[in-house]
């Protein structure tokens, strides 16, 4: 089996960063079956499991295309809170929505990921459970500032786009 020091995303999938063994302070295992169909991330501390990072089984984040989300349906409960359903119409995700973004969450309240709006630069980045960037997406905006027509995803984002380094209105 093999650890990492760390991990980065790249077009929806994680790329092991610094081989290193299961005793180091902390390292992730990145686990897959042997088709790739499923992924999951794993986080150890000392040797001990410490938390599961991602399992592609709640969000596969190499689906956030928008070809695939086309066929997703986002229903709204209330002012703070949407439900999506995937093309068969199954209800997957809760979106919880807060100043600054949305945390989304399985169906058994488990964090999967976050996006943040970064209002200045017009973008929106998606976060994994452990706060490292997934997904970039760049718009186009109207005078008043509301994102409207899409016009970059970046798929393999670097750490440039880290949560700290998006500006708080």
């Keep these: 089996m093999k650890y990492y020091r760390n991990y980065r995303w790249k077009e ?28 999951s991330i794993e986080m150890y501390r ?14 596969d984040f ?14 709204a409960i209330d002012d703070r809170e ?24 399985s169906l058994h309240g488990i964090l999967i990921c976050r996006y943040e709006f970064d209002e200045h630069k017009a973008r ?16 186009r905006t109207f005078d008043r500032g509301e994102f409207i027509d899409l016009i970059d995803e970046n798929r393999s984002p670097s750490e440039e786009y880290s949560s700290a380094h998006i500006p708080r209105g």
């Design 12 to 39: 929806g999938k994680p790329v092991g960063i610094g081989k290193t063994s299961r005793e180091a302070p902390r390292c992730f295992r990145i686990v897959s079956d042997p088709y790739h169909k499923w992924l």
């Design 82 to 105: 949407s439900w999506i359903y995937n093309e068969d119409d199954r209800l997957i995700l809760r979106e919880k929505y807060s100043e600054s973004g949305c945390a989304v969450y």
């Design 124 to 139: 929106v980045v998606l976060f994994d459970s452990h706060s490292l960037p997934v997904l970039v997406q760049q718009y």
């Design 46 to 59: 000392e040797g001990q499991f410490a938390a599961l990072i991602y399992d592609s089984h709640l969000l």
């Design 62 to 75: 190499r689906k956030l295309k928008p070809a695939v989300q086309l066929a997703w349906r986002k229903e």
